[in-house]
């Protein structure tokens, strides 16, 4: 599976971004997709969660109520609708998709995806 993030960019506080993930490769029904992120000096952080099977969704703490994710399913794309941007929110974000069912238990650790996109800068500025 080959994962290819884009759709970062600069935004203001209180703006709006949209992330995307665009899998490719060997794909299936039972996958589970994710965006983390990372800031310098810091390890990868969970943001949210998508089961292909299903729909299901999860939410860190942090981004519920502000950010949705989201599937385009004839795309095999994931997206990231992140709303309300706080500077706090400025990262580099990573998708990831695991080639296995994830239980919900483990949904939230990085240890769980096996292919991981390149990255894209999100940049909230005060």
């Known amino acids: 599976v080959q994962l290819q993030a884009s759709g970062g960019g600069l935004v203001q506080t209180g703006g709006s971004l949209r992330v995307s993930c665009a899998a490719s490769?060997?794909?299936?029904?039972?996958?589970?997709m994710a965006w983390f992120r990372q800031t310098p000096g810091k390890e990868r952080e969970f943001v949210a969660a998508?089961?292909?099977?299903?729909?299901?969704?999860w939410y860190a703490d942090a981004v519920k109520g502000r950010f949705t994710i989201s599937r385009d399913g004839a795309r095999d794309t994931l997206n990231l609708q992140m709303n309300s941007l706080k500077p706090e929110d400025t990262a580099v974000y990573y998708c990831?998709?695991?080639?296995?069912?994830?239980?919900?238990?483990?949904?939230?650790?990085?240890?769980?995806?096996?292919?991981w996109g390149q990255g894209t800068l999100v940049t909230v500025s005060s």
């Open positions: 490769g060997r794909t299936a029904s039972g996958y589970s």
């Open positions: 998508y089961r292909w099977n299903g729909g299901n969704t």
């Open positions: 990831a998709a695991s080639h296995q069912r994830v239980i919900n238990s483990q949904i939230r650790s990085a240890n769980s995806y096996h292919y």
